[in-house]
């Protein structure tokens, strides 16, 4: 699909696989399906077909950037965005837009975790698409939830509104009307029971130029930061801007900053 572009975040330490994924070798580097494969290799395949290779970023711990290269040796050591500093998911997703948007005026974004296991994978990449062309026929912010099968206090939740703002041919655009981080074991039980809530994927699609938008409308701080050297990116002067754009940006999520 034609600037489409896919942002890897690869930068957790997988405290919940502790001790199997520890610090220097978390999961997302580990072939924890027994498929010969890491989860961050099966990311990447997963989207093989709607992304084309070239357009593949992949944002991580600055640690990791070797990791990253050894998982993926095709991908332009350009494409591996090193993080100096872990300041959630907000300024991990305002640096790869911006380099992107550089790049491509016109790209879209498919934005993702480098830890999802897909067992319908075909039905995935279905939804993706619609979601790509949805994002990019109405201008939305796009963020896909899944039906929770349990109360589980390990995910967060999106509860979205009754009726949808568009309908799609297999499914539905609605608005979100609340996230909730990890709840207690009453409230994941509450949440399930009410028919309206869904796992937060953490999986986004977008025009780059919708978030870039969207983060002068709601982060406005992080927005400036990342104006103001925008020129830098994809140069020499690069990792210090970087590093002093992250000194300067708050840790938020962008569930909570943006959406």
């Not at 942002?7 to 072939?31: C, E, L, N, Y």
């Not at 491509?104 to 062309?133: G, K, S």
């Not at 925008?230 to 020499?236: A, F, M, Q, R, S």
Request: one cysteine or more; glycine letters at 6%.
């Amino acid at each position: 699909m034609e600037h489409t572009y896919l942002v890897v975040m690869a930068g957790g330490i997988g405290s919940r696989f502790w001790p199997f994924s520890r610090t220097q070798h978390p999961k997302q580097f580990h072939d924890v399906l027994g498929v010969g494969r890491s989860m961050l290799q099966l990311t990447v395949d997963r989207f093989r077909g709607i992304c084309p290779p070239e357009n593949v970023f992949v944002v991580t711990n600055r640690d990791y950037i070797e990791l990253v290269h050894e998982h993926l040796p095709e991908l332009p050591m350009g494409q591996i965005l090193g993080e100096p500093i872990g300041r959630n998911t907000a300024p991990c997703i305002a640096y790869a837009s911006y380099c992107i948007a550089q790049r491509d005026p016109e790209a879209t974004l498919i934005v993702t975790p480098a830890d999802h296991a897909v067992l319908r994978e075909e039905e995935f990449r279905r939804l993706i698409r619609e979601a790509v062309a949805s994002a990019r026929q109405h201008d939305v912010l796009i963020t896909l939830g899944i039906q929770p099968s349990r109360p589980d206090t390990g995910y967060g939740y999106i509860q979205y509104m009754d009726e949808p703002v568009h309908r799609l041919p297999d499914s539905a655009l609605y608005k979100v009307k609340t996230f909730t981080e990890k709840p207690n074991s009453d409230l994941a039980r509450m949440f399930v029971e009410s028919g309206d809530f869904l796992w937060n994927a953490g999986l986004f699609v977008w025009r780059a130029s919708a978030i870039i938008e969207a983060f002068h409308q709601c982060l406005s701080d992080v927005a400036e930061v990342f104006e103001e050297g925008k020129h830098l990116l994809g140069t020499p002067e690069e990792e210090e801007f970087i590093n002093e754009a992250y000194s300067r940006c708050r840790n938020i999520s962008i569930d909570f900053g943006v959406m």
